[in-house]
């Protein structure tokens, strides 16, 4: 692609550096805000710039926060014996969107995956296991990781290290997605959903 | 939405004015800048910001330019006696991505639309006029506007102002696409590529 400035280019190769941003999405964007306000761009790049230098992270569970704590962790409505563990941020975020959680979280930040060169150090399984020893109201663990055979290792791993520790360890459903069809549903959710079966109480 | 730091939301609520880009994949974009190394958000915002400040327009032909005459109008490989009739600056770059143009443009800024209370003197037709007028070499206007009922509307104004003018004034073609389907193709575009039918030479 051809550009009629260096600017414009700068400004659209910095762009599609974000994932799912192609070049031409990046172009439209640029010329979006070039025929823009002024001020569109400029509260973009305040809000970017001061949310790269101010966001900070909770000591207690890494789930992003404006102060020392999270507000979940801050929070007296929070089930203080519950720890759902997740790999991200946005895991938390799309938990608490479902209501269905009242519990407290733990952000490990990655999994386990040899390949990228990541081992149980690298991510926040430690500071998890010290959280469960430190606190003895902590009873139930419950891991939220992706469906990926790193996440699996990590699951296996944690569940290996919590044993010794007392504390119930459970995982969340894998099954066939509400709304979805048996027909189009892969070969190992299928079966998944089979062998964790629920029955009717 | 529930956001876990003000910061966060002001991000999301910033990126979510770019056309395309809802609540969630700004969510995604900004957990990801976060995720990301500092540099990246600080070559963004710094690429955007300069090329809001930095861009200038071409004085000739209204495209962008970093100096006072873009590179298309200073450029010696050009031919100075055909002109080309865009709304945007996206419309050059989208005609220059083709090759097969080697004249040169005029960008008006718009189209006359009454519903948004433009008219023909908000965007640059006086200044089309004037360089006509101006430059006696020029000898071609090619009109190269959307489809709308508006850029039809400017290129009946334009066609009768430029016709005292004494220059040969074209429109693009409009007609089935390339690797389109006669059957898929609505009527009025269908109807248009009989009218226009190209014979064989």
């Known amino acids: 692609m051809n550009f009629p400035s260096k600017l414009i280019e700068d400004a659209v190769n910095e762009m599609a550096k974000l994932p799912g941003i192609g070049k031409k999405t990046a172009l439209r964007l640029v010329l979006f805000l070039l025929k823009s306000d002024e001020s569109l761009t400029e509260g973009l790049t305040e809000a970017l710039t001061n949310m790269r230098e101010g966001v900070s992270y909770c000591r207690k569970c890494f789930n992003i926060a404006d102060k020392e704590l999270c ?23 799309a938990i608490e969107n479902t209501g269905q959680y009242t519990g407290l979280y733990h952000v490990l930040g990655g999994v386990i995956s040899p390949i990228e060169g990541i ?15 430190d606190d003895s109201e902590i009873s139930e663990i419950i891991l939220a990781l992706n469906a990926t055979m790193e996440a699996d290792t990590t699951a296996f ?40 079966r629920v029955s009717y109480e």
Chains 1, 2 share one sequence.
């Not at 007296?76 to 938390?92: F, G, H, L, P, Y």
């Not at 081992?119 to 020893?133: H, K, N, Q, T, V």
Request: with cysteine; aromatic share 2%; glycine share 8%.
């Open 71 to 93: 507000m979940i962790c801050e929070s007296n409505m929070r089930e203080k014996q519950i720890i759902c563990v997740v790999e991200s941020t946005a895991d938390v975020l």
């Open 157 to 196: 791993y944690i569940t290996k290290k919590l044993r010794p520790m007392g504390v119930k360890v459970s995982s969340i459903a894998r099954g066939v997605p509400v709304g979805g069809e048996l027909e189009y549903t892969d070969e190992i959710t299928l079966g998944r959903s089979i062998v964790s």
């Open 119 to 133: 081992g149980p150090s690298d991510i926040r399984i430690d500071a998890l296991l010290e959280r469960i020893r």
